[in-house]
């Protein structure tokens, strides 16, 4: 449990949260942002390892919990919290996110006392987006209640179908009716910030069943909504069925065909394809997601957490991509011995970086902007890289791309088929990249 003086003021931050998400919803979706001091900024990444049971689809860090002691856990993902915000100088943090494993499971208290500890050693504006992704299993009504006094003010629900067969397969703890119960009661209580997963090319899946569920749900949904195709793992009991013969291969041909048709049915239902796999209405955004495919700075903490941002100590010149200790006990013994448990870091080169605006940025509807482009690398531009390019003109041609004064984007065809043009676009990068100019600064 947390301090009775630090739950106190986690819970005064939750308060000033609330009445400024009141203030925002009063003055509209275009108010004014909040007044921020200079600085690095970065969105925040916490990652709750622990789940009830594993689902047969699934190869994240995650483990079924054996005599867990949450208090042990919460001291070091705040202590993790503090010492990476200090490492990498961060003085605002834009958005969190509880994931997992089912950060759902964890006290709300664990999740008052990881934001106070962000709230104490940086910025975090009150109308900051705070996500908590949700089981409909381990989310009643009551409980959903204290993570929003706890401040978190956005869900993210695991619906994943509304088939209770497909659950099953997915080794689910929840029925469809379990789902449906828990968005509604979401919906009540973060209104407009209730964003659902739903998957596509499951074994056996048909086409025309799933549109009917995707209809169904927009009967029920909220604002935002994510469509994610099923990816067979190895060492996931679904990998070992298929590869068994017990359950067929998903087929492809139909789940592009779902994606497709999904897409279709959501702009017109009024949805933005925002990105690959995500769709909004109403300015319902993923603030944090957002950040990820912006190429900005983000921490990673707890267990298997993933981060990329600049240390301090490096000189401020060279981000790292860094990665936690995997398993929970030797993850707290290493937080506990040095204040935080990297296993892995990795110097990102500026041929590296770039690679990953480009296959990044390209992900969203906007995609990169030359004003963007021009802050991971000033000499350069967009049209350098691909203006010349044969190939990439014949993607132009083909209205897979466009290249104009805005920047380099996908169009709507072409941001289905985003990998392949990828095959184009990357390799170009890279030679474009080889014979520039070298750079007047030394070990540039």
């Not at 108010?31 to 390892?49: D, F, I, M, N, T």
């Not at 921490?299 to 995997?326: C, Y």
């Not at 006990?329 to 970086?353: A, C, I, S, Y």
């Not at 902007?369 to 690398?377: C, D, G, K, L």
Request: proline share 6%; net charge neutral; charged share 20%.
């Amino acid at each position: 449990m947390a301090l009775p003086g630090a739950r106190a003021r986690a819970w005064g931050w939750a308060a000033a949260a609330r009445a400024a998400q009141r203030r925002r919803r009063m003055e509209g979706a275009g108010g004014s942002p909040s007044p921020e001091p200079g600085g690095p900024r970065a969105a925040l990444y916490v990652h709750w390892p622990y789940c009830e049971k594993r689902c047969s689809y699934c190869n994240f860090n995650k483990y079924i919990p054996q005599g867990l002691e949450e208090a042990a856990m919460q001291k070091c993902l705040v202590t993790e919290a503090q010492t990476l915000l200090r490492l990498s100088g961060v003085q605002r943090v834009e958005s969190v996110f509880f994931g997992g494993g089912t950060p759902s499971l964890a006290s709300p208290h664990t999740v008052a006392a990881v934001l106070d500890a962000v709230a104490q050693t940086a910025h975090l504006p009150a109308d900051s987006e705070v996500t908590l992704e949700a089981n409909p299993t381990s989310a009643p009504a009551s409980r959903l209640a204290e993570f929003g006094a706890a401040g978190v003010n956005r869900l993210s629900i695991g619906l994943q179908s509304l088939d209770d067969t497909e659950l099953r397969l997915l080794g689910r703890t929840h029925s469809a009716s379990d789902a449906l119960r828990t968005l509604a009661e979401a919906r009540c209580l973060f209104p407009g910030r209730v964003s659902v997963d739903l998957m596509l090319g499951l074994p056996a899946q048909q086409v025309g069943p799933w549109l009917g569920q995707l209809q169904e749900l927009l009967h029920h949904c909220d604002d935002h909504l994510s469509l994610y195709q099923l990816s067979l793992e190895r060492g996931t009991a679904l990998f070992a069925q298929v590869q068994q013969g017990a359950l067929p291969a998903p087929d492809p041909e139909l789940a592009a065909e779902m994606y497709e048709r999904g897409r279709a049915v959501l702009r017109e239902a009024g949805f933005r394809q925002y990105e690959v796999s995500n769709f909004a209405r109403n300015g319902a955004l993923s603030t944090h997601n957002w950040t990820y495919w912006q190429c900005g700075q983000y921490l990673g903490i707890g267990p298997g957490a993933h981060g990329r941002f600049m240390p301090q100590g490096a000189g401020g010149h060279t981000r790292e991509a860094r990665i936690q200790t995997l398993e929970p006990d030797n993850w707290m013994k290493e937080v506990m011995r040095f204040g935080h448990g990297t296993r892995k870091r990795v110097p990102l080169g500026r041929l590296e970086l770039l690679e990953e605006v480009l296959a990044l940025g390209l992900r969203t509807d906007v995609g990169i902007t030359h004003q963007h482009w021009e802050q991971f690398e000033p000499q350069l531009t967009l049209w350098d890289m691909f203006g010349a390019n044969k190939e990439v003109q014949e993607l132009l041609e083909r209205g897979l791309l466009q290249l104009d004064h805005r920047g380099l984007r996908c169009s709507w065809k072409g941001l289905a088929v985003l990998d392949s043009l990828l095959l184009t676009l990357l390799p170009q990068l890279q030679e474009a990249w080889q014979q520039r100019a070298p750079s007047p600064v030394p070990g540039g």
